[in-house]
């Protein structure tokens, strides 16, 4: 928005600083007018009916007046310039860090020092919010390099089978037909990913209330056959966990809680628990599963995108597109919640997720 020149702050503090002083000045010299007036004696009328001691008064203390006057406006002006400029230099090295970051400079920081006031505070939260955007621009980048490199994996298989079917006319069209068609799934199923994980980080969805035991019920009830054919034993406990949010999302989150907890588990004899409870003012769901053990340090990078065991990455058809916990992540951070995920000593994982709970 364009808008006209004006003065600048620093004008107009010196200018106010100014303005005081002489209002000061001026009701100083009225009292010290005042005083003179009652002990100076009027017993005689001169010239015009004046007194001749208050007519000498009158041109002794009126220069004198003026050129405390003035002395004062130059004084406040030059003094309020000085201090105005004193005092707003913290709003230069702010405004600088300001111009840097909206021409895409994000990793400068004011840092500044001294004691903290109200400059201090704001160039704190300047530089906080500084170290947010550069984190979530970085978090992005990773994110588009990431998406890009696996939409590129389905499309460049797709376009080596149709070149093979193309050179090689006796090649069995039945089994490149099939292979095309898993590729295909999972770029489709790649891309649903990506476009959910955009929905929720808008949070641009419908909140209704929403029971989470009903919620955990039917993800186990889609996931009971993945289950029965792994041989993994899952239970749903708890009851009543009520929230507002949207259904759909919810549901989402649950079911890539427990998928994640059937396909990452124990060859044999595995186990699945999920429970919902309300607990004070949230409503809790905990999925927990047995599995090979966790690395402590591995488990805080689990809700990053893309991230994925390897040895299913490729081989799996239910290992996901790397995007479950990341999608579980934005769905419970759009909702007001939080996640936590904390390796289990026998092995497996522990999620908890904490929503703000209905009455």
Same mark, same amino acid.
């Given at each position: 928005?364009?808008?006209?020149?004006?003065?600048?702050? !620093?004008?107009? #503090?010196?200018?106010?600083? &100014?303005?005081?002083? /002489? =209002? %000061?000045? @001026?009701? +100083? *010299?009225?009292?010290?007018?005042?005083?003179?007036?009652?002990?100076?004696?009027?017993?005689?009328?001169?010239?015009?009916?004046?007194?001749?001691? !208050?007519?000498? #008064?009158?041109?002794?203390? &009126?220069?004198?007046? /003026? =050129? %405390?006057? @003035?002395? +004062? *406006?130059?004084?406040?002006?030059?003094?309020?310039?000085?201090?105005?400029?004193?005092?707003?230099?913290?709003?230069?090295?702010?405004?600088?860090?300001?111009?840097?970051?909206?021409?895409?400079?994000?990793?400068?920081?004011?840092?500044?020092?001294?004691?903290?006031?109200?400059?201090?505070?704001?160039?704190?939260?300047?530089?906080?919010?500084?170290?947010?955007?550069?984190?979530?621009?970085?978090?992005?980048?990773?994110?588009?390099?990431?998406?890009?490199?696996?939409?590129?994996?389905?499309?460049?298989?797709?376009?080596?089978?149709?070149?093979?079917?193309?050179?090689?006319?006796?090649?069995?069209?039945?089994?490149?037909?099939?292979?095309?068609?898993?590729?295909?799934?999972?770029?489709?199923?790649?891309?649903?990913?990506?476009?959910?994980?955009?929905?929720?980080?808008?949070?641009?969805?419908?909140?209704?209330?929403?029971?989470?035991?009903?919620?955990?019920?039917?993800?186990?009830?889609?996931?009971?056959?993945?289950?029965?054919?792994?041989?993994?034993?899952?239970?749903?406990?708890?009851?009543?966990?009520?929230?507002?949010?949207?259904?759909?999302?919810?549901?989402?989150?649950?079911?890539?809680?427990?998928?994640?907890?059937?396909?990452?588990?124990?060859?044999?004899?595995?186990?699945?628990?999920?429970?919902?409870?309300?607990?004070?003012?949230?409503?809790?769901?905990?999925?927990?599963?047995?599995?090979?053990?966790?690395?402590?340090?591995?488990?805080?990078?689990?809700?990053?995108?893309?991230?994925?065991?390897?040895?299913?990455?490729?081989?799996?058809?239910?290992?996901?597109?790397?995007?479950?916990?990341?999608?579980?992540?934005?769905?419970?951070?759009?909702?007001?919640?939080?996640?936590?995920?904390?390796?289990?000593?026998?092995?497996?994982?522990?999620?908890?997720?904490?929503?703000?709970?209905?009455?």
């Amino acid at each position: 928005m364009r808008r006209p020149p004006g003065l600048s702050a !620093r004008m107009k #503090l010196a200018l106010s600083y &100014a303005g005081f002083l /002489a =209002v %000061a000045g @001026a009701l +100083l *010299l009225s009292v010290v007018w005042v005083y003179l007036l009652r002990y100076v004696p009027n017993t005689s009328r001169g010239l015009l009916g004046i007194s001749p001691n !208050r007519y000498l #008064l009158v041109h002794t203390f &009126a220069p004198a007046a /003026a =050129v %405390a006057m @003035a002395f +004062l *406006l130059v004084f406040g002006l030059v003094g309020g310039w000085l201090l105005a400029g004193r005092m707003l230099a913290p709003l230069t090295s702010i405004t600088a860090a300001a111009r840097r970051a909206g021409n895409g400079s994000l990793s400068h920081r004011i840092g500044m020092e001294g004691r903290r006031d109200e400059f201090r505070e704001l160039s704190d939260a300047f530089d906080t919010m500084l170290e947010r955007l550069e984190s979530h621009v970085a978090e992005q980048r990773r994110f588009a390099a990431n998406a890009s490199h696996e939409l590129r994996t389905p499309l460049a298989i797709s376009q080596t089978l149709l070149d093979v079917a193309r050179e090689d006319p006796t090649r069995n069209r039945d089994e490149v037909l099939a292979r095309l068609r898993v590729v295909n799934t999972r770029a489709i199923g790649l891309t649903e990913a990506l476009l959910l994980l955009s929905r929720s980080d808008r949070g641009t969805f419908g909140r209704e209330d929403v029971d989470l035991s009903l919620v955990a019920e039917d993800a186990a009830e889609t996931l009971l056959h993945l289950a029965e054919r792994r041989g993994i034993k899952l239970d749903v406990t708890g009851g009543t966990a009520r929230t507002r949010g949207s259904a759909e999302l919810l549901l989402r989150m649950v079911t890539n809680l427990v998928q994640n907890a059937i396909v990452h588990n124990l060859p044999v004899g595995g186990t699945v628990t999920v429970h919902t409870e309300a607990r004070g003012d949230a409503s809790v769901v905990r999925v927990e599963n047995t599995g090979q053990p966790l690395p402590p340090e591995l488990v805080p990078t689990l809700v990053e995108p893309f991230r994925r065991g390897a040895e299913r990455a490729r081989t799996d058809e239910h290992a996901g597109v790397g995007l479950g916990l990341a999608i579980v992540h934005s769905v419970v951070r759009a909702h007001d919640g939080t996640l936590d995920l904390v390796a289990r000593p026998a092995g497996g994982l522990l999620v908890t997720v904490r929503l703000p709970g209905l009455p």
